[in-house]
T-cell receptor, first 110, second 113 residues
Framework: GNSVTQMEGPVTLSEEAFLTINCTYTATGYPSLFWYVQYPGEGLQLLLKATKADDKGSNKGFEATYRKETTSFHLEKGSVQVSDSAVYFCALRNDYKLSFGAGTTVTVRA | DTAVSQTPKYLVTQMGNDKSIKCEQNLGHDTMYWYKQDSKKFLKIMFSYNNKELIINETVPNRFSPKSPDKAHLNLHINSLELGDSAVYFC????????????FGSGTRLTVV
């Protein structure tokens, strides 16, 4: 079956620090991979996606590359801001079903 | 215009009651979903409908019953509410192709007392 494993949080950083959240997956076939972000009290928003191996998704300074050989889709941002404080979810989709990792809470301090 | 809207946003009710949560999408998507998010933020899919047909039905108590009157609406009815049903319930919609992500509603926080 499909599963997503992401690094446990919480993660606390200072403003302008480098952020990496690790994500690995297990899947049959050729899934698409996603990162979602959930700000406090809100729903989930799509942050970026990649639909095939070696694709790089990017948005709002965040990047992730679909690595088939290591079954990974790590999220990175070079310089975080306080406004990046949120819960980040890695997810994969085969067919209709989107399967999520457990989420990583990120807090950025000024 | 809100793409995926759910009502109500908050729902506080007593054990044993029956309640419904409504969801509507105006994106023209053909597939809709219900997810449950627990207190640790873990997201679990409950149901999915594609063009009014049930296609995903995870291990969910049969007190939960989805209904899709048309492809733009997917409602969730819960009978005999229990304390453990307290959670945030998210509706989402998508196109059927795996390359599409989901668009989520803002959630309904259900508290059973």
């Amino acid at each position: 079956g499909n599963s997503v494993t992401q690094m446990e949080g919480p993660v606390t950083l200072s403003e302008e620090a480098f952020l990496t959240i690790n994500c690995t997956y297990t899947a049959t076939g050729y899934p698409s991979l996603f990162w979602y972000v959930q700000y406090p009290g809100e729903g989930l928003q799509l942050l970026l996606k990649a639909t095939k191996a070696d694709d790089k998704g990017s948005n709002k300074g965040f990047e992730a590359t679909y690595r088939k050989e290591t079954t990974s889709f790590h999220l990175e941002k070079g310089s975080v801001q306080v406004s990046d404080s949120a819960v980040y979810f890695c997810a994969l989709r085969n067919d209709y079903k989107l399967s999520f990792g457990a989420g990583t809470t990120v807090t950025v301090r000024a | 215009d809100t793409a995926v809207s759910q009502t109500p946003k908050y729902l506080v009710t007593q054990m044993g009651n029956d309640k419904s949560i409504k969801c509507e999408q105006n994106l023209g998507h053909d597939t809709m979903y219900w997810y449950k998010q627990d207190s640790k933020k873990f997201l679990k899919i409950m149901f999915s409908y594609n063009n009014k047909e049930l296609i995903i039905n995870e291990t969910v108590p049969n007190r939960f019953s989805p209904k899709s009157p048309d492809k733009a609406h997917l409602n969730l009815h819960i009978n005999s509410l229990e304390l453990g049903d307290s959670a945030v319930y998210f509706c989402a919609s998508s196109q059927g192709d795996r390359g599409y992500g989901y668009t989520f509603g803002s959630g309904t926080r259900l508290t059973v007392v």
